[in-house]
């Protein structure tokens, strides 16, 4: 029997003899047959190769769209080498990004954990300047979290559309003395005042 396991699919081919003697000519027929399976080693939702994971002492079922993919495991165990992991902008070819993959059930967890510390200072190492999305700073902890793991951070505020009060809770919350500045979106320019080229 020969197994070729890749991302996305693995296929499964009988040998006779040293010979292929698969029963299915097409991916259709393969999957019937069992030669075909839509399970790989990188991008495969966890929930497709396990029911139930242990956590926390017990056994918690997995539910596909609120858990990682199979990259993301190997890249969190460090079975995975970050190059893989990174993928070039389409925008620009100077950029690369490194894709969250699914909502994990425990997301905070693993933005405190020392496996993440430790992807961030490599991150450091090898690029430039390295910027992380967060949720808004008040809806989860995860602004916070993040941001102790950064020289610094950059607010993003929705012009007459975020209270102040807001603004200045979330200054607080991830400690305004990090905070490198603001960026204002939806504020409409005044051509008058100022004059951009």
Excluded at 49 to 72: H, I, M, N, Y
């Amino acid at each position: 029997m020969l197994i070729d396991i890749g991302s996305t699919t693995s296929d499964i081919v009988p040998l006779v003899h040293g010979l292929p003697t698969a029963r299915g000519r097409t991916d259709p027929e393969r999957l019937v047959s069992g030669e075909l399976v839509y399970t790989g080693v990188e991008r495969s939702p966890v929930a497709a190769v396990a029911s139930r994971v242990p956590w926390k002492g017990w056994l918690c079922p997995l539910a596909q769209e609120l858990f990682a993919t199979t990259r993301d495991v190997y890249l969190l165990l460090g079975d995975l080498p970050l190059e893989q992991a990174m993928q070039t902008s389409p925008l620009h070819p100077n950029v690369d990004v490194l894709p969250a993959g699914y909502l994990p059930p425990n997301p905070s967890e693993l933005l405190a954990s020392a496996k993440m510390k430790a992807l961030i200072e490599e991150l450091a190492r090898r690029y430039d300047v390295v910027i992380l999305d967060t949720p808004a700073a008040l809806s989860l902890p995860d602004a916070k979290t993040v941001t102790e793991l950064t020289d610094g951070a950059v607010m993003v505020v929705r012009a007459d559309t975020t209270p102040e009060s807001d603004v200045q809770t979330a200054l607080d919350l991830i400690d305004r003395r990090r905070v490198l500045g603001v960026v204002l979106n939806g504020s409409a320019v005044d051509q008058t005042y100022y004059s951009y080229r």
